[in-house]
């Protein structure tokens, strides 16, 4: 089985900050893991995955995360934050290999302030 | 707009009535996931087709919900007899071909049961 623990649901920052959005998985097979960004009444937009190439991996608007391993963790990082990051990231988990069934985590609602 | 498309953005209806959702996936993709997110949780599987074929069911889709896809492109989601408890956004996910790509999500539908 598969799972994504999201730590902190409210996450704030002030503008210019370091973003850090944790992440802890727990998978019986090597995982492939995304993040996703949901603004309010949307779908959800992909910013990064880890299909098990690069550790580090580099997402669109300044986002990066690291798959480790030893840790079970995926967390989403961001050198400043910008007004606009403002929104609702989600952590997710599928099994390599098979059909693309996602498991999301609970979700960590970002808030930026001046 | 080359993106999955999900029709009607927004539904109110009273208990008991019966609602019928749309999601058209990206024309080249034969895989295509329905997903529920209810208020402060992440997106939760419902059900996925691959081209006409449901594949896989949750225990979450009750048996007064119902999906199709008649001829492997658009799908709908069929919800007889709604109660408050199916009150959520519902979307929609399509993945094309090759098994490890991302999924790709419509805006939602934001069910609302009075």
């Known amino acids: 089985a598969q799972s994504v623990t999201q730590l902190g649901s409210h996450v704030s920052v002030s503008e210019g900050a370091l973003v850090l959005l944790r992440c802890n998985y727990s998978?019986?097979?090597?995982?492939?893991l995304f993040w996703y960004v949901q603004y309010p009444n949307q779908g959800l937009q992909l910013l990064l995955k880890?299909?098990?190439?690069?550790?580090l991996v580099k997402g669109i608007n300044g986002f990066e995360a690291e798959f480790k391993k030893s840790e079970t963790s995926f967390h989403l990082t961001k050198p400043s934050a910008h007004m606009s990051d403002a929104a609702e990231y989600f952590c997710?988990?599928?099994?390599?290999?098979?059909?693309?069934?996602?498991?999301f985590g609970a979700g960590t609602r970002l808030a930026v302030h001046p | 707009d080359t993106g999955v498309s999900q029709d009607p953005r927004h539904k109110i209806t009273k208990r008991g009535q019966n609602v019928t959702f749309r999601c058209d996936p990206i024309?080249?993709?034969?895989?295509l996931y329905w997903y529920r997110q209810t208020l402060g949780q992440g997106p939760e599987f419902l059900t996925y087709?691959?081209?006409?074929?449901?594949?896989?069911k949750s225990r979450l889709l009750s048996d007064r919900f119902s999906a199709e896809r008649p001829k492997g492109s658009f799908s709908t989601l069929e919800i007889q007899r709604t109660e408050q408890g199916d009150s959520a956004m519902y979307l929609c996910?399509?993945?094309?071909?090759?098994?490890?790509?991302?999924?790709?999500f419509g805006q939602g539908t934001r069910l609302t049961v009075v």
């Open positions: 997710a988990v599928k099994r390599p290999g098979g059909y693309n069934k996602l498991i």
């Open positions: 998978s019986s097979v090597p995982p492939y």
């Open positions: 880890y299909t098990s190439a690069a550790t």
């Open positions: 024309s080249e993709h034969n895989r």
């Open positions: 087709f691959q081209n006409e074929a449901q594949l896989e």
């Open positions: 996910a399509s993945v094309p071909t090759q098994m490890d790509t991302e999924a790709f």
